[in-house]
């Protein structure tokens, strides 16, 4: 299926997605991407259709092409204190706020959104399956979140986040129960399944 370049009729559409919702430590990041009416690229899609290789050899390219972009990490702290749906969405927010342009019309991955200013915007279901933009804003959120873990992994490597992004794997739930939680764990989120408890 061919992705279609953007939703609106406006200039300046900018598709927005995040990264991270799923985890158990580290942030949820998101990124807003406006790329130019004529952009095309085959490869191009959701970011989970496509191989870690694929995903770091579109990122530059998304860059250099898009007219702008941005990305926005929100830290677990924050995760736990207004919870995680809302953290999405302020990371969207604060990827939008962080454009050089400001987008005449915004898309968004999934079915929950809050207004940006006054601009308008609609959500849309798989929409990093659907648009070029919404796609671009996946692959920026996965690559940038995916280093930030690597570089956590380095001071807490039991955990083994270089490869489980901090996804709730069997390995990431037993190394929790082993050695505990750590300062990029979400506390608010169950860390470990019922039969374990947890001295947090």
């Known amino acids: 299926m061919t992705l279609k370049t953007q939703f609106s009729n406006f200039d300046f559409e900018c598709g927005t997605d995040e990264a991270g919702r799923g985890c158990l430590a580290g942030p949820v990041t998101a990124a807003a991407v406006i790329l130019p009416p004529d952009f095309n690229n085959s490869l191009l899609n959701d970011s989970k259709q496509l191989s870690e290789k694929h995903r770091i050899f579109l990122r530059p390219l998304i860059e250099q092409t898009a ?3 941005s990305v926005k990490h929100i830290h677990e702290n ?14 969207m927010h604060g990827s939008i706020s962080k454009l050089n342009i400001t987008p005449k019309f915004i898309i968004v991955d999934g079915n929950k ?21 919404i796609a671009a804003a996946s692959i920026l959120a996965k690559t940038c979140r995916d280093l930030y873990m690597e570089k956590i992994h380095e001071e807490f490597p039991m955990y083994n986040w270089k490869k489980n992004k901090g996804y709730p794997t069997k390995e990431h739930r037993a190394a929790i129960e082993k050695y ?7 506390k608010s989120f169950r860390l470990l399944p019922e039969q374990y408890r947890l001295d947090l």
């Open 180 to 186: 505990g939680v750590t300062k990029y764990h979400r």
């Open 67 to 69: 007219i702008s972009f």
């Open 78 to 91: 924050e995760i736990d204190s207004i919870n995680i749906l809302n953290a999405s969405i302020k990371a």
């Open 113 to 133: 959104f809050k207004p940006y200013k006054s601009i308008p915007f609609k959500t849309i279901i798989k929409g990093d399956g659907k648009y070029l933009n």
